[in-house]
């Protein structure tokens, strides 16, 4: 059975956009551990994390608010202020956590790149 990486297709979507530079968002452990980032760096892309205490309140979305099903728009408009601000900084703006464009809801930016999104259609286009 093939492994097909969601980083993989993610770098896939980054590459073919022209996009050297990436900021990974997504949980704590997902931003601060290598797992993701290293699969990610190993095409050739440079990959950023938010700072910590970004990392932590975007954490606390996602354990506190997105996991019960109950988030409030004030949640939902601090979030797209963080994903604003680094669009200046970089070419693509990674969800690393399936949940996160839930955040976003229907006005996901175009540098945004949505992982399980990506994720599937890579497996829909794989050739057994």
Do not use: W
């Amino acid at each position: 059975v093939p492994f097909l990486h969601i980083a993989d297709a993610v770098a896939k979507e980054a590459i073919s956009r022209g996009d050297s530079k990436l900021m990974l968002l997504g949980t704590k452990f997902t931003c601060q551990e290598d797992f993701y980032r290293q699969r990610l760096e190993s095409h050739g892309l440079e990959v950023l994390i938010p700072r910590d205490n970004e990392i932590a309140e975007i954490h606390r979305f996602i354990y506190t608010k997105l996991k019960t099903g109950s988030f409030p728009d004030s949640a939902n408009e601090r979030f797209r202020e963080i994903v604003l601000s680094f669009e200046k900084s970089v070419g693509s703006i990674v969800l690393a956590c399936t949940e996160l464009p839930l955040l976003l809801g229907n006005e996901i930016p175009d540098t945004c790149l949505d992982t399980i999104e990506l994720h599937c259609q890579a497996i829909m286009d794989y050739k057994f």
